[in-house]
């Protein structure tokens, strides 16, 4: 009888470390992704606001060029 509660509580204790680990590892991974993420940078006519792009050129309404929007 006492050897099925030492394996019940190393089955435990095994439990715990695993789910433990599990948690590290996968905060480690968000982390990593977390830094490998790209800005990406919204390009926007001063005059007509609606217009946005994901690269520099030109508003197609007025033909200004368009302005990195500020991203707060």
């Not at 433990?20 to 926007?44: C, N, R």
């Amino acid at each position: 009888m006492n050897k099925k509660i030492i394996y019940a509580l190393v089955l435990i204790c095994g439990m715990a470390l695993g789910t433990g680990l599990v948690g590290f590892f996968d905060k480690k991974q968000s982390e990593k992704s977390a830094k490998e993420q790209v800005e990406v940078i919204v390009w926007t006519c001063s005059m007509h606001p609606e217009v946005q792009q994901e690269k520099p050129g030109v508003c197609p309404e007025c033909h200004m060029e368009l302005k990195a929007k500020d991203q707060k």
